[in-house]
């Protein structure tokens, strides 16, 4: 089965530095991967995802993810971090069975 | 949120209680899903149905219930039998295109007394 990690619970950065949330993935078979963002008490919100070519996928909100296939992850980037991106970072993969599976999530906190 | 709608947004059940959280989506989408959030867990798959008036089982249906009587509208039912069912329940949605990527509801936080 199909499962997504994502190592860090807490990921602190400074306004105006970059910043990377990480994920790797376990999938038999070619990897379908997304991210989505929580703000406090909302549903999640999609911002990018990875199909099928370029390894460097860029999404909503200026954020950017690089799929690496030998090293099994997909991480999250932003070049220059803002205070509003402060939030719950899903990293999610899905398979051909069409099952969706979510990381446990990453907070963000990005201080002035 | 797009255009998937939860209603309540807040609820407060007593135990031994039966609840019904609400999903309607206007995106024509024939798939639905009901996922519940825990802190630190991430979302677990509660119930899903690709089309109407069928629906799976997910990774943790025991004590829920859920009906897919119209393309717009996917219920969950949160039973008594169902022990620990404070948590924030999320309804998404997603066309029949694989591998789209699911669109969310607002979510409803559930919280037994």
């Known amino acids: 089965a199909q499962s997504v990690a994502q190592p860090e619970d807490q990921v602190n950065v400074a306004e105006g530095n970059p910043l990377t949330v990480k994920c790797t993935y376990s999938v038999s078979g070619n990897p379908y991967l997304f991210w989505y963002v929580q703000y406090p008490n909302r549903g999640l919100q999609f911002l990018l995802k990875y199909i099928t070519g370029d390894n460097l996928v860029k999404g909503s909100y200026g954020f950017e993810a690089e799929f690496n296939k030998s090293q099994t992850s997909f991480h999250l980037k932003k070049p220059s971090a803002l205070v509003s991106d402060s939030a719950l970072y899903f990293c999610?993969?899905?398979?051909?069975?069409?099952?969706?599976?979510f990381g446990a999530g990453t907070r963000l906190t990005v201080k002035p | 949120d797009g255009g998937i709608t939860q209603s309540p947004k807040y609820l407060f059940r007593k135990e031994g209680q039966n609840v019904t959280l609400s999903c309607e989506q206007n995106?024509?989408?024939?798939?639905m899903y009901w996922y519940r959030q825990d802190p630190g867990q991430g979302l677990r798959l509660i119930y899903y149905s690709q089309i109407v008036n069928d629906f799976q089982k997910g990774d943790i249906a025991e004590g829920y219930s859920v009906s897919r009587e119209k393309k717009e509208s996917f219920p969950l039912t949160v039973t008594s039998a169902q022990k620990n069912p404070t948590a924030f329940y999320l309804c998404a949605s997603n066309s029949g295109r694989f591998p789209n990527e699911q669109f969310f509801g607002p979510g409803t936080r559930l919280t037994v007394l």
């Open positions: 995106l024509n989408h024939d798939a």
């Open positions: 999610a993969v899905r398979d051909m069975n069409d099952d969706m599976r």
